[in-house]
């Protein structure tokens, strides 16, 4: 059962461009949400998290939204640059589950220049 | 300085073979985990220790048994290793601050491939 689902594989953008991830959850008790990003060989590092009780969360160029009617959240980054291209990962936990996240099978992010 | 250690970082092995992977981290984080990543990409909870004590864990086969010998180090032994358990397998940990939590700092992962 796929709580976090990432249904687009990969996403290929123009250097420049904005690039938007998309990620739906069905477990209505989660109510807090987490991109990682992923280069090959390392490990998911952290960039961005979201609290339900807020609806956006901006640092930089990267901005998370949240729809929790939809159950849906996305991370918008702008300007996107070469360095932006790995996986990213979707996550989310919610209280009294001792942190466990979930995570989403990631979207492959090219940034051509 | 690494915050989250694994070794090895790669591992081909025989089937039936033992096998253990360590984990150390120098965050001073109370929580631990292990995360298996498959060939279909998923990233899945194993285990997670607070404070040395098991506080998750997920429906695993008993040849996995994790231990923590102390909050900083948390070891992943694999008995009777079988084909199916070939992934990537991530350490991680994170800190509650107050009732805030920021997420985890993974290690770069172990590539544990039985043959």
């Known amino acids: 059962d796929q709580q976090v689902k990432q249904n687009s594989p990969s996403l290929s953008v123009q250097e420049g461009r904005i690039s938007i991830l998309n990620c739906d959850y069905t477990?209505?008790?989660?109510?807090?949400f987490l991109w990682y990003k992923k280069y090959p060989a390392e490990g998911p590092t952290f960039l961005i998290s979201?609290?339900?009780?807020?609806d956006k969360n901006e640092d930089g160029r990267f901005t998370v939204f949240l729809n929790k009617s939809a159950k849906h959240l996305s991370l918008h980054i702008v300007p996107s640059q070469p360095g932006d291209s790995a996986v990213y990962f979707c996550?989310?936990?919610?209280?009294?589950?001792?942190?466990?996240?979930?995570f989403g099978k990631g979207t492959l992010l090219t940034v051509n220049p | 300085d690494t915050a989250v250690s694994q070794t090895p970082k790669y591992l081909v092995t025989q089937m039936g073979n033992d096998k253990s992977i360590k984990c150390e981290q120098n965050?001073?984080?109370?929580?631990m985990y292990w995360y298996k990543q498959d060939s279909k990409k998923f990233l899945k909870i194993m285990f997670s220790?607070?404070?040395?004590?098991?506080?998750i864990n997920e429906t695993v086969p008993n040849r996995f048994s994790p231990k923590s010998p102390d909050k900083a180090h948390l070891n992943l032994h694999i008995n009777s290793l079988e084909l199916g358990d070939s992934a990537v397998y991530f350490c991680?940990?994170?800190?509650?601050?107050?009732?805030?939590?920021?997420?985890?700092?993974f290690g770069s992962g172990t590539r544990l491939t039985v043959v």
């Open positions: 477990n209505s008790m989660f109510d807090y």
């Open positions: 965050l001073g984080h109370d929580t």
């Open positions: 220790y607070n404070n040395k004590e098991l506080i």
């Open positions: 991680a940990s994170s800190q509650e601050w107050a009732g805030w939590f920021d997420g985890y700092t």
């Open positions: 996550a989310a936990t919610s209280g009294g589950s001792n942190y466990k996240l979930t």
């Open positions: 979201i609290s339900s009780i807020k």
